[in-house]
């Protein structure tokens, strides 16, 4: 994934924002939002619109923490700002200030990562009381309800696309970010491993996820996390590579 927004095109992950922003809009979720906030946003540049269009939101404000996609963002007239979620990101935006957070497979490549309860953390911040978190995935609809803490109640999950959940969570009292044992489900299918790397690649990313994440990308990123066991012609991906691997994705 590495280097993605420095492409400096418009690109969405898992989905088009507005099959997210009619979802919630059908759902009477986050709508006429006074501030929608968009998290990990990349370069997906439409968001902010379907915010605006389909939600009614009165303000919309992009973060991420690379700064080539906020300045892609910025150019293409969108209110962005460089922000690492999961690290104060209280400089940047008032402490329950924001009535929806839209998190579209942001935290899809986080949740791996030991910074997730900073980054749950963060958006849990943001929220005003009550506020809406509505996150896209392509985790199952088992693996999402094991993820969240006391801090959040579940409010809706449902399909988006076959390959696309949406959760949306409310801001709740308890402390807990996380649930109780950290869950970093396996989005991958396990049964199909092993599989050679060109057929993990097909399995692993959508047609077009692969258009701007080369098979040759994905052949050098693989040496950089299992070194040069992977530069081996016959290297295959297990299942566990392969979930390893999408830990390192974000
Ligand atoms: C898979 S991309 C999704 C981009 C966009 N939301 C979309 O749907 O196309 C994940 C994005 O999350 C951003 N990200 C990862 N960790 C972050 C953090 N701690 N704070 C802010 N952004 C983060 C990455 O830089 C990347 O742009």
């Known amino acids: 994934m590495d280097g993605y927004a420095a492409q400096q095109r418009e690109f969405d992950w898992l989905c088009e924002p507005s099959v997210m922003t009619r979802a919630l809009r059908e759902l009477r979720i986050g709508c006429d939002a006074g501030l929608a906030v968009d998290v990990g946003c990349g370069t997906s540049s439409g968001m902010a619109a379907a915010l605006r269009e389909d939600l009614g939101a009165r303000a919309v404000l992009c973060l991420d923490k690379e700064a080539a996609a906020i300045e892609f963002l910025r150019r293409e007239g ?38 997730v309860g900073c980054y749950l953390r963060g958006v849990y911040t943001m929220l005003r009381p009550g506020g809406s978190y509505a996150i896209a995935s392509f985790r199952t ?68 996820e692969r258009k701007w994440y080369s098979l040759i990308d994905f052949r050098g990123d693989l040496i950089g996390v299992f070194e040069m066991r992977a530069a081996d012609p016959r290297f295959e991906l297990s299942a566990h590579d392969a979930e390893l691997f999408m830990r390192r994705m974000g």
């Open 78 to 115: 969108v209110n962005a700002r460089v922000c690492d979620v999961a690290n104060d990101p209280d400089a940047v935006v008032a402490p329950g200030s924001v009535d929806l957070v839209v998190d579209k497979s942001a935290l899809d490549c986080i949740l791996c990562s030991d910074g």
């Open 141 to 208: 609809e088992d693996e999402l309800r094991r993820i969240f803490g006391g801090a959040w109640r579940i409010i809706e999950v449902v399909a988006l696309t076959p390959r696309c959940r949406l959760i949306v969570l409310a801001k709740d009292s308890g402390d807990d970010m996380l649930a109780p044992r950290v869950v970093t489900p396996d989005a991958t299918p396990r049964d199909r491993f092993p599989l050679a790397v060109e057929e993990a690649y097909e399995v692993m990313f959508s047609a077009e």
